[in-house]
């Protein structure tokens, strides 16, 4: 999802300046990615970590673009929906939506700090189905900001401290190539915007 409200705005200007590269967009997970990179199979990937820093080994850098807080998504007639900011904890005897299959672990953890056990009521792979879940009263989500659908007609509140969030950067190796390093500051111009 980041790639979807970061890559189009970033690509339009790069692609326009750039006519003579031969440009070639994959989808893949952070873990995979960063081994494209690695082994000159990409030039640079648009990747994210939550908590800690993105495993990078070789001759691997990472240039951060932006925190990407996730927000909690209620159904919209949920009890703590016109609150301003909610503590985890307020969700304890709520089920969750994941709206991406890595997270489960990353939310246990939070939810283990937030002193209660996380009971998943369903599992995509699609912050934007997760969202129609919610919206459906199947249960509660932590959703990426960069990830929010309005037309998904949840209620979102801002995760009290420790406020949970992605890290989106781009994974490049250290000796980048020229349009790699141009397609780095676009990315960053759009992440600012």
Do not use: N
């Not at 750039?18 to 873990?31: C, F, G, I, N, S």
């Not at 932006?66 to 985890?88: F, I, K, N, T, Y």
């Not at 939070?110 to 209660?116: E, K, M, R, V």
């Not at 009263?137 to 979102?156: D, M, R, T």
């Amino acid at each position: 999802m980041g790639a979807r409200r970061l890559l189009p705005a970033a690509l339009a200007g790069f692609v326009a300046a750039h006519p003579d590269v031969e440009l070639t967009v994959r989808e893949a997970e952070p873990e995979a990615a960063a081994p494209m990179v690695r082994g000159g199979g990409a030039d640079l990937a648009l990747a994210y970590h939550f908590d800690g820093p993105l495993p990078l080994r070789g001759a691997l850098e990472w240039t951060p673009l932006m925190d990407d807080p996730l927000w909690l998504a209620l159904p919209p007639e949920h009890r703590l929906a016109g609150r301003d900011s909610l503590a985890l904890a307020e969700l304890a005897a709520e089920r969750w939506v994941l709206g991406c299959l890595k997270t489960e672990a990353y939310l246990r953890r939070y939810a283990g700090l937030a002193g209660f056990d996380l009971r998943v009521a369903a599992s995509t792979s699609d912050y934007f189905f997760a969202q129609t879940l919610v919206a459906a009263g199947v249960g509660v989500a932590l959703i990426p900001q960069v990830s929010l659908a309005p037309e998904a007609s949840v209620a979102l509140v801002r995760v009290e401290p420790p406020r949970p969030a992605r890290h989106i950067g781009v994974v490049t190796p250290h000796r980048r190539r020229p349009h790699a390093q141009a397609l780095t500051a676009a990315l960053a111009e759009a992440a600012s915007r």
